[in-house]
C-alpha cells in the first residue's frame, strides 16, 4: 500500500513510518520538522520537508496515495496556553488543508491521531467514547475542533475517517523539551542520572500509559478495519497507573537513590483510564506490552537512557 505520514518525524509518526516501511510498504513522510528530526526516519521513508498547510506540497504528495495518517500537530498542552492562535492555525487550520486536498486528489481514507485529552475531567472512569467531551485546554479543543472537520469534511468528500484518541503514549525516541516534559522520559532522564523525581500534588493522580509498538499496532489496523468509518476509538492501555507509582517504580529500575519530591502546585490532574472495548471490537486490538516491560523497553532501546561507565 500507499501511504503519507503527516507529522512523520516525530515521535509516533516516526514509529509508524519505520514500521510501515519496514513491512514493504511505500511511505511518504511529511513535517516542518520544528519539533520532529529527520534522522528519526529509517532511508526507506520518502521524506519531505512541508507545511501541513500548503496544499501545493500536499497535493504532490498525495497523488496515489492509498491512506493518509494525520498527525502533524502542536501538541504541548501549557504552551497552548500561550499561544491558542498557533495551536488552532496549526491543528486545526492544517488538518482543514490536508482534508481539502485529499477530497480534491480523491484520496480515500485518513486516520487522524487524536488524543485523550480531548475528554477533560470526567468522574466516570474508564473513559469511553460516549462520554461529552468537555477539553480544558486550546490544545483539547483544537483535537477535537479538528476531529469535527476530519468527519465533516470526510462526510462530503467521499473519505473513510476515523479518529484514533490516544492516551499517554511512551517509548523510545520520544522528546524532553526543556519545559513540560512528558513524564515518564523526564523521570527516566532524571533517575539515570540519580536526581530528584519532582511529582506534582500527592502523587495519587493517575494516567493511562500505552507503549509506543502497541499505538503503533493501532494505527496499522485502523488503515483496512472496515466498518469503522466515521468513528472515534480509544487507544490506550486499559489500565490506570498513578503518578507517584511511576515514580516509584523508575527509582528501582534505573536503580536511584534519590528522592521522590512531592510538591503542592498540583496542575489540575486527574483519575485517567481509557476504555478500549470499542477498540477491541472494532480494531481487534489489544494491547501487549506492560508497563513495566515498557519502561524496561523505553531504558534499553533509547541511547539517551544508557549509563555512561
Avoid: C
Avoid at 468509518?229 to 527509582?251: F, H, L, P, Q, R
Wanted: charge should be negative; glycine fraction near 8%; hydrophobic fraction near 40%.
Amino acid at each position: 500500500m500507499k501511504f503519507l505520514i503527516t507529522g512523520a518525524a516525530g515521535f509516533l509518526g516516526s514509529a509508524l513510518a519505520n514500521h510501515l516501511a519496514k513491512e514493504g510498504h511505500l511511505v511518504r513522510g511529511l513535517d516542518d520538522l520544528s519539533t520532529g528530526k529527520e534522522e528519526n526516519l529509517s532511508d526507506e521513508v520518502h521524506f519531505t520537508r512541508g507545511d501541513v498547510n500548503d496544499k501545493t506540497v500536499l497535493w504532490d504528495l498525495l497523488q496515489d496515495v492509498d491512506v493518509v495518517y494525520h498527525l502533524a500537530a502542536k501538541v504541548l498542552v501549557a504552551e497552548s496556553i500561550l499561544y491558542p492562535r498557533e495551536y488552532n492555525h496549526v491543528n486545526v487550520g492544517g488538518t482543514v488543508s490536508l482534508m481539502e486536498a485529499m477530497r480534491d486528489v480523491g484520496v480515500k481514507r485518513v486516520v487522524f491521531i487524536s488524543s485523550g485529552a480531548v475528554y477533560g475531567p470526567q468522574e466516570e472512569q474508564p473513559v469511553n467514547e460516549r462520554a461529552l467531551p468537555t477539553p480544558n485546554s486550546p490544545y483539547a479543543v483544537s483535537k477535537l475542533a479538528a476531529e469535527n472537520y476530519v468527519n465533516t469534511i470526510g462526510l462530503h468528500g467521499g473519505i473513510e475517517t476515523v479518529s484514533l484518541r490516544v492516551f499517554n503514549a511512551y517509548g523510545p525516541g520520544q522528546s524532553i523539551p526543556a519545559s513540560h516534559a512528558p513524564l515518564i522520559p523526564n523521570f527516566l532522564w532524571q533517575g539515570i542520572r540519580g536526581g530528584s523525581l519532582v511529582v506534582y500534588g500527592d502523587g495519587t493522580q493517575t494516567r493511562d500509559f500505552v507503549y509506543v509498538d502497541d499505538v503503533v499496532k493501532a494505527m496499522t489496523l485502523a488503515a483496512t478495519a472496515t466498518g469503522i468509518d466515521k468513528e472515534v476509538i480509544n487507544v490506550g492501555s486499559g489500565k490506570e497507573t498513578s503518578v507517584i507509582s511511576i515514580a516509584e517504580k523508575v527509582k528501582e529500575l534505573t536503580q536511584n537513590p534519590a528522592d521522590i519530591i512531592l510538591t503542592k502546585n498540583d496542575p489540575g490532574e486527574m483519575r485517567v483510564r481509557a476504555n478500549i472495548y470499542k477498540a477491541k471490537k472494532k480494531l481487534n486490538f489489544v494491547p501487549k506490552v506492560s508497563l513495566e516491560e515498557g519502561l524496561q523497553k523505553t531504558l534499553e532501546k533509547d541511547p539517551r537512557f544508557q549509563r555512561e561507565d
